[in-house]
Every structure is written in C-alpha cells, then in structure tokens.
C-alpha cells in the first residue's frame, strides 16, 4: 500500500466512522465518573458499568439470557482453545448445562458448579486433568465476574433518583454497540481478557500508564454533578439519535461534514447559557434546545472539568476532561496506526509521535482547516497545543520511514486546503511514550525530529 493509499484508507468513509466513534466511546467510557459516587468511593465505585447491559438485557453476546450457563458456553465456544481444550469444554458444557445443577445467575450457583465441574472431572483420563484445569478456569472466572458484574449493574439500579435518566440516552448507545463496549469493557467484566475487542484492550492499556491514585474531588457542588450529569447525557441523546438516523435513512456514510457537525459546534451565546446553568439557572425551551446542539467535545469539555481527578506538581490539578482527551487523543493516533499497519501493538510496544504544522505568519482560519484535516478528514490524532503560526496533534507512533511518507503525504493535503499559501512545514518528533507527552508538548525542535518543507 503506498502511503497515498494509506491517507487515503483513513479518509474512507468506513475507517472515519470507526476512528471517531471510538473517540467518542474513550470520551464516554469516563462518564460514570462524573458523579457523587465516584467522588465518595473512587475506583471501588463500578462507574464502568452505567450501561447496566446484563440486567437490562442488552449484552450483544447474552442477550436476555444473562446466566452463567451462557457466558460460559459464549467464552468456551468462542476463546482459542486446542482441541483437546474443545472436546473437554464440550464435556464440560454438556455436564453443566445438566438441569440436575441448577446453574443459575439468580441462585447460589457456585456449588452447583463445582459439582458439574467434579463430574466431567472424573469421566476424563489422567492425561487430560491438565487440559481440564485450563478449561475448568475459565468457567470459574466467567461464573465469579458475571455475579460480580450483576451485583455492580444492580446496585446502579438502585441509585435514586436514577443515576442516567435521559429518554433515548441507552437506545441510542445500544445502537452503536462496539461504542458501547468501550464503555462498559474498560473495567471489569465477565468476559476473558482474550474476547475483549482489540479497541478495548488498547484503552486498558493506556490506563495502566494513566493510573489515577488521587482521591478525585468536584469542583464546586457535588449534589450537583447529577444535573450537569443529566444535562451532558441529553446532549448525548441527541448526538446518538442523529448519528443513528443517519446510518440508517440518510447517506449512511457520515462523511466527515457530518462529523465536524457533531464534534466542534459552539457558540459563545450558547456556552454562555452554560454558564448561567452552572450559576443554578433552568434552562428551557429554545435555550435547552440550543446547549443540545453542542459538540461533542464542548459538552464534554464542560461537563467533565467539574472533576479533578489528579494532584499533579506545583500545585496544579488534573481535569476530569484533560485526564479523558489525552487518552482519546492518544487511543485515536494508536487505532490509526493499527489500520495502517494492519496490526494492532502489544501494550509493552506502544509508541506514539507528536505532529507539529507550522505557516510563515498568522493565520487563524488555516489552522482551524489543519485541525480539521488532522481529526476528521484523515483522522490521525487530536490537537494538543498550538500558537499563533503553529499547531501540533498526537501522530501514529510509525517507523521513521513509513511515518516520513504518510507525513509528506498529510503535507500535500495542507498544502492544498492552504490554497498554496503560507508555506506550512510538517515536523515530526520522535517516538515517545504516552507518559513523554506530558513534557514534550510546544517544546523546541531536537535531534531526531523529521522536517518535512518540500
């Protein structure tokens, strides 16, 4: 594939849905945060689980059929197993799926399960126990997980008033399942790490370098979370439902004017009735139909900085929404490469550059053009800082030459939305890790950056 090709695959119109509704997913799998409980409780708080798709019946895998004797066929029937392993997780399933145990989700299945275990256990030959073992864990750890998963989604039930309230907020996220499972299968889940999609995977990975070990803390009212909460998943709702209908009845391809329509609208008259929001003000009529107009972004910017999840040095603190778009930012850049490379990278080689656009003067309007470009039209990274004449975006963590030519492939493309002026430069700065882009933002160009100027 040349690296034309290769720009032109993340311009296609089936990649740039895929890249950017995965970037709403990381911004939404953080939406459990934005609460009292989370504030109060932490990480023991099941905040992942908001979408309660066991107990309401909606897990693609399960369906309504939420029972262990399910989740442990789905794991068993779907996981890589030798064939050995297959024939005895056929056993296996055989012996459980006996009505005589009684296994069950609602019950104290466990015994049951230990019985069903012992039984297939002993019609297998010596020289299969080990095999056993391997399958027989599995089966323990998805029966232990789904309790413990249902337990979770039901103790969100019963928060009052309903910790997500907003008609058409589940049905919407229903429809836009692997979305969804950003959401729900960041954290624990009943499935086996190895079932869990590679989009899932990625984001838990960059969690292990994002770890939060402050205690998070509102900015302002906790109590009133739950209204800004409730407020942010309307505008969500209604994102979902325009996202939705037009896969279904319009073009279909949500093509990126679309996106831009979705993830950038704002207006000052608007985030100011935000402000007036924040202030106690009820927002009705023209005025809440305006703020459900907001993008994606906008609205999450604003709900989310009411949370400091961090203390950082110096004094300073960590934003809910600065925590959420550095990981978007950086799993949108590692999904991209993964397209490009036609691979996805073990979590241990996770790299990533810094792209940085530069014109000869001034130009507002330009650098707007750039972003666009870098985001939406060949959804590459997301922007991290900029100046007057400069610009710079997370970048796919490629090797020098690859990286080089998708570089100067992204420079033409500038070149022509510059209309041929101003000259812009493409800088790229060497690979670094996720925690590096902390210090390397805006900082001054080094040995091994690639300078591409035509």
């Not at 104290?108 to 027989?136: T, Y």
């Amino acid at each position: 594939m040349s690296d034309r090709d290769r720009l032109r695959m993340l311009g296609s119109p089936e990649v740039r849905n895929a890249v950017l509704l995965n970037e709403i997913g990381v911004f939404l799998h953080d939406l459990g945060k934005l609460s009292t409980e989370f504030i109060t409780r932490g990480t023991a708080f099941p905040h992942h689980l908001i979408l309660r798709r066991l107990s309401r019946g909606r897990d693609p895998c399960l369906g309504e059929d939420a029972s262990s004797l399910s989740a442990i066929h789905c794991s068993l029937t779907n996981l890589d197993l030798s064939a050995e392993e297959k024939a005895i997780a056929h056993l296996l399933y055989r012996e459980i799926a006996d009505p005589k145990y009684e296994i069950s989700l609602c019950d104290d299945f466990q015994g049951e399960l230990e019985e069903a275990l012992s039984s297939a256990k002993r019609k297998l030959a010596p020289s299969h126990q080990r095999a056993f073992k391997q399958v027989a864990r599995v089966a323990r750890e998805v029966s232990t997980n789904l309790r413990w998963q249902r337990e979770g989604e039901e103790a969100l039930a019963a928060i009052q008033p309903s910790f997500i309230s907003v008609q058409g907020f589940y049905d919407g996220l229903d429809q836009l399942s692997f979305v969804a499972d950003l959401v729900e299968m960041q954290g624990h889940t009943w499935r086996p790490e190895a079932l869990l999609p590679p989009e899932v995977k990625l984001l838990r990975a960059l969690h292990k370098e994002e770890e939060l070990v402050s205690q998070p803390q509102a900015l302002g009212d906790e109590e009133r979370l739950a209204e800004v909460r409730q407020l942010f998943c309307e505008v969500l709702a209604n994102q979902f439902l325009e996202i939705n209908n037009i896969r279904k009845d319009g073009p279909g391809d949500l093509g990126s004017w679309f996106w831009k329509s979705r993830l950038y609208p704002q207006s000052e008259a608007t985030i100011a009735l935000l402000r007036r929001f924040d202030e106690g003000a009820t927002l009705r009529g023209e005025k809440l139909e305006a703020v459900h107009w907001l993008g994606v972004r906008s609205i999450t910017e604003w709900a989310y900085s009411k949370v400091v999840v961090r203390q950082q040095g110096f004094g300073s603190e960590l934003s809910l929404w600065e925590h959420s778009y550095e990981l978007a930012s950086l799993h949108k850049s590692a999904v991209a490469q993964a397209l490009i490379e036609g691979q996805w990278s073990e979590s241990e080689q996770l790299f990533w550059r810094m792209l940085q656009v530069t014109v000869e003067r001034p130009a507002a309007g330009t650098l707007r053009q750039i972003k666009e470009l870098v985001e939406v039209e060949y959804p590459l990274g997301n922007e991290l800082c900029r100046n007057e004449r400069s610009i710079h975006f997370t970048f796919p963590g490629l090797k020098d030459e690859l990286a080089t030519q998708l570089g100067d492939s992204l420079r033409k493309e500038i070149i022509l939305a510059a209309k041929g002026t101003l000259h812009p430069q493409v800088i790229l700065s060497p690979t670094m890790r996720a925690m590096e882009f902390h210090h390397a933002e805006g900082q001054e160009l080094i040995e091994g950056y690639i300078i591409l100027d035509g």
